[in-house]
């Protein structure tokens, strides 16, 4: 049962959380930032049962959203808004301090990290917007700089590409070109919004995109794979002046060389998510400009969490983009689990 | 019949114009800068009938979009993009010299003030790119900084206003409100995507969107009617750090006082037209995300052009947005004309 | 004395403080948020004497710049970086709570409102930094985009005037002109960096910045003063495409009409200071860039408080720009005093 | 002899014209796109000798600078100002036509690629114009985003680094770190503005860079050399959030790998010079903002061109940093030589 440690902090009751790609990269062992034993999730809705005394803008019984990055909104980097940068927090929850994935968890920093839900909030579509849509929105969208008119591909059909191929259309580019190797999932990008799919990362998808381009490859390239075969087909694909935004997962170590490039004028953006976007993209599924919920495929309750990561890391087979995890109400309040009842 | 006169015209055989409400300025006489006798009409498409021997871009025979705007792309302003103020063109089309409104136009500056068209466009909609699509996008939503998530007030619902309602959409806020006083056009403004209507200009108003905004105001206030009633409006429900648009009609020399804004860190823009967006504007119809065919409410042919006019001038009653005037192919070609046979 | 009333509270011991427009404006009964008996003052430097629990970022002793705008960080208006609209805070001091003109000082929201400093700074130069520079920055050469290459006129040759002087050098302008009618500070301008300065503001001036201009005006006008005469010189001197910055007084409601603006692409922008670029201008101070104790005219002790008043409200006889008013080291410190002994 | 064989051509008389480090490398055999017998040059100021019946805005006998881009102003890439990009020209001079490296050369697009220059003008200075002072403006500090009072390391002092020192100033960094190897060159830079300097590209460079930042690193990195040490020299010493700008001579293929910088929110940004900031360096040169002319370190005539190539070939010995080289009027004017008299 985690404890208010700071006056900033809050202890949230979780009520829904689910499971990124980086959950399963600690469990690969490939985020060593994170010791063993640590409670994983970053993402997540429930509802404040405790405070600290130096939280202004939250109330004990709010029903919160929590973000993934917890920013102390005070030190030099949080007021150039790099909040993923914070020198006292940033990326904490399930990484340097327990997350998520539980009954309770202490919310760092919490006036600048929850953001107040109304209580008929629907909690997937929500969940949606602790770190997949801000990443895909500020990674992909802002860093690529997608534009009204133009043309953006997307590399890979998983949640984050799916979610980036969401928020690309708030910018209205003319084309959004979703290129994966699962057929599958190609097949739900066209339902979510992809006016072409091209299958593959090889020589054959450079050609199918260059073709589609009438051989001016593309102004936007939002590579959320991380691997040196999206990497080079980025690099093959991108127009002259063009704009290659780097999404991959937390830990992947990518090579994203940029050989050869100067010859076009590209740029290449790669930043973490800051959660900069987290308030419009709450205004926007609010006002039912955006429905998150579509990226949802799998719920499960949080004694069968195991199941959820099984489906969530075997989703070619499963055909899972986002796992939601519901967290039933504790049998005791807080309070009684304290005091050892 | 027009001529060549400089090494950079072309003459083109129109197939269809439109009227501005410029025009019905320029007839009651408000544009100094017109003479009398002028041919109207700064809009339409054609057929390219003849070219001066410095055009570089476009051959006989091509199907062509005439921007409002002719740009010589040499100047120094033209470099900063400023077309609207080319040191040796800007705003002539059916003002400095004769328009569009006739079965032949000469259009200046050919290869920076004509786009190429394909042969089976939707006339219709591409006329709605001539300068009533890029005006509402460049002075509206631009010069309005319409941003994903915020909410955008459009004062008056005539063919501007409606414009700007479509092109609004593509930078995706949260709420567009359209405020006029005609319910009618504010019931059109609804099939074409307001999210909210406000009827009148007045104290009702301006109570209605304080409501609708829970007394933060709007964030961009795009004023296309550039009366005192509007611009006191606008000032009236701009929010704290909002942006005030103002696409008045060419001729509007209107009061448009700041007083009192200091207080709420308000900026201003007002604009002409540089038409920098048409090549986006196209873009997003032949990729079918914008119908600006749906501005289109009535057709005439030519020689009942002065139907046209009764028609647009008198829109309360006859409901009409923009008017197509359709150019049939002359009896005899440009040549056989000028040959007198 | 006053005391701490919310954890994020800090008092200060004042060591240096000075003398806005804005005093003048409040003495003068034209601020009416400022209730009778306030204790005036918004800018200095001190030491910090005692701290709330909820104060991260200070400690007893540590050496602070204090800023105009106390800002809580948290807001949705704060996360855009308007401060100055801060939905719990804003401009506070020496206005709805007691100010900076004193031995000590309660300052709120300290960990956003305070910036550390080193024991051997300058505290002249940096009790500018309070108000009057990032106000110069931030409302006139960020609200006027000043940019290299271009041409700036400055209305206003007082306190303002001359710190956006010296901070519109920091972006290469080709040219500032500095416009006033008292000619002593016109001839300070020219030693503080201005090109050219014009005397007057009527019709003379303007035909003398036309003529600079060759007829094409300035790219940016900062109006400084804020009266319907500079109002009216902006108009008339700025350029096609230009900006207009207003950066009067706190308390002047100016009237700013735009009328006949609109015919050459103008964009008026008017904001209070959020005080974004304090760090900036730290470091420029830092790093010798930047001296804003040449803005220092005069030096007072707080007991002559009121002759300090007097020779800043006369700045035209006593040719005062800002005024230092130094705080000596109390007879006893703060705790003794809260003693009673 | 040059001729006139398009209606937007001019030929120009050079008076003085330079070399680049480009011309090294194609006389190396690195730029496989030029063809042997090629007359190299792309840089300098002459007289209007000759023009084509489409140009508009010069006239026989006129002084002008040439840009190193030859673009045609009307495509689409021109009119997004991607001028280096031109879909009709690009960099065409000594590269796929004659250039500039003698008496007579033939400009295509002169409308859009020639500078009117005052009769007066420095000639030296102006020549700088043609390329490095754009290139290190536009591809340094416009792709590097240097800001007011954030720190740069340009790495390279060659003639792009120094002239990326010169105009790194006009946005007022705090602090300006230039690298190389060469101690001579060093101290050159330190006046022309370098607030520091580091020797070497090595561990011993980085260690001091990261202390002068007291551990932070740079906000922007400047790449001139484009070698694997540089790039790897850029990656270590570039801080969170920060900038790279790829400024390396046009035929370097450099390996500009970005692996490991995905956790620090790095931008790398490569582009060939637009030249879209030459009207603004003419007007810095102009005001006397600017001194190009201080990177001029040796003076030729055409005559000996082949010892300016000797001396700028070997930089490190005879100091040189870019070489003037004087084109004297020719015994008889142009059409002399084409009538043959």
Same mark, same amino acid.
């Given at each position: 049962?985690?404890?208010?440690?700071?006056?900033?902090?809050?202890?949230?009751?979780?009520?829904?959380?689910?499971?990124?790609?980086?959950? =399963?990269?600690i469990l690969g062992g490939r985020v060593p930032t994170c010791e063993p034993g640590r409670v994983l999730g970053h993402e997540g809705v429930g509802v404040v049962a405790a405070k600290g005394p130096g939280v202004m803008m939250f109330g004990i019984g709010d029903k919160v959203l929590i973000s993934c990055?917890? !920013?102390?909104? @005070?030190?030099?980097?949080?007021?150039? =808004?790099?909040?993923?940068?914070?020198?006292?927090?940033?990326?904490? =929850?399930?990484?340097?301090?327990?997350?998520? @994935?539980?009954?309770f968890v202490r919310i760092p920093f919490a006036d600048h990290s929850l953001y107040l839900l109304p209580d008929e909030a629907d909690e997937d579509a929500l969940v949606m917007l602790s770190d997949v849509m801000p990443t895909a929105f500020e990674c992909g969208v802002l860093g690529g700089q997608v534009q009204a008119g133009r043309t953006v591909a997307i590399i890979g059909a998983g949640p984050v590409g799916m979610a980036a191929l969401l928020v690309a259309q708030l910018y209205a580019p003319a084309a959004i070109i979703v290129i994966d190797m699962d057929e599958a999932r190609l097949q739900i990008a066209v339902g979510l919004g992809a006016t072409t799919t091209v299958d593959g990362l090889g020589g054959r998808a450079?050609?199918? $995109?260059v073709d589609l381009t009438r051989g001016r490859g593309v102004d936007t390239a939002i590579d959320t794979v991380g691997l040196p075969a999206s990497t080079a087909l980025c690099r093959a694909i991108i127009g002259t002046g063009g704009r290659i935004a780097?999404?991959?997962?937390?830990? $992947?170590? !990518?090579?994203r060389c940029l050989e050869h490039l100067w010859d076009r004028n590209i740029t290449a953006d790669s930043r973490l998510v800051d959660t900069i976007s987290t308030l419009m993209l709450l205004n926007m599924v609010r006002s039912e400009k955006l429905d998150p919920s579509r990226l949802v495929t799998h719920h499960f309750k949080l004694d069968r969490i195991r199941d959820a990561y099984e489906?969530?890391?075997?989703? !070619? !087979?499963?055909?899972? =983009?986002? $796992?939601?995890v519901e967290v039933p109400p504790p049998s005791t309040d807080g309070r009684g689990l304290a005091g050892g009842s």
């Open positions: 049962m985690p404890r208010i440690s700071a006056p900033t902090d809050v202890v949230v009751r979780m009520t829904r959380t689910t499971i990124c790609g980086t959950d =399963l990269h990055i917890s !920013a102390c909104g @005070q030190c030099d980097r949080c007021r150039r =808004l790099k909040y993923s940068r914070c020198l006292c927090g940033g990326w904490m =929850l399930g990484h340097t301090i327990d997350g998520t @994935q539980a009954e450079r050609k199918a $995109v780097s999404v991959a997962d937390h830990a $992947v170590a !990518a090579d489906t969530f890391a075997h989703s !070619a !087979a499963t055909r899972a =983009l986002k $796992v939601i």
